[in-house]
């Protein structure tokens, strides 16, 4: 019984130090377009330059990577099959599955809702809406594109020949374009709801700020409100 229990939790740290590296990795890459809506977003700027646009590009190629963690949960069923404990699964390896997905998604609900506020700062509320259904399906795309097509962030740099032929040839195929739809409509839906709860929560941290949860933007909160 001891040997058993000994083989079992040895068997569990294994798993975790494998997934532990593609997870970190994915994380990181999960948060790049974080930190770069907070720089493009976020900040008071009188004009848009050229090194602003490019930032919003970088942004845009690697949004994908945040909701990309969805499809991880793939890498759960082979741990699951290899752990074979309910307790373990249970206590341990869920957990930690969930903890990683809703990190790397919430980054991209963080990163959507940035936006908004930008758009909402110089006038464009009437956008946000658009453009967040325009995020929502290129990062389908990218997602389909890294999942299945297994192209990165930086092939826009270093292939981008491949990304363009193979990547859009592949899209237009009956099967791809139904998982992409699929993956828009799970990104509209769960963006959806962590948007509101994520809005709610900045409400009840900050009191000097209002919440327009229709709009997904912040705003600040005046004494006749």
Known sequence: MKAEIIELISRVVQVLQINMRWMTWNLFLAFIPLVLSVWLFRRIQKSRSWVW???????????????????????LIDDIRTIQSVWMIT????????????????????????????????GKSQWILGMELITHALSAIGIYWGRFLRFNSWDFITQPDALITQGIE???????????????VILTALHWFMKRVTLSF???GYNPIAI???KGYLKPQTSDE
Do not use: C
């Open 212 to 214: 327009n949860p229709s």
């Open 170 to 184: 592949e899209i237009l195929g009956k099967q791809p374009l139904v998982i992409i739809f699929i993956s828009f």
């Open 91 to 122: 206590l341990v390896l869920i957990p930690v599955y969930l903890l990683v997905i809703l990190a790397g998604f919430e980054a991209y609900v963080i990163s959507v809702i940035n936006m908004g506020h930008y758009l909402h700062r110089i």
């Open 202 to 204: 900045t409400r009840q």
């Open 53 to 75: 646009w490019l930032g919003f590009a970088v942004f845009y190629a690697f949004l994908p990577n945040a909701p990309y963690l969805l499809t991880d949960v793939i890498h």
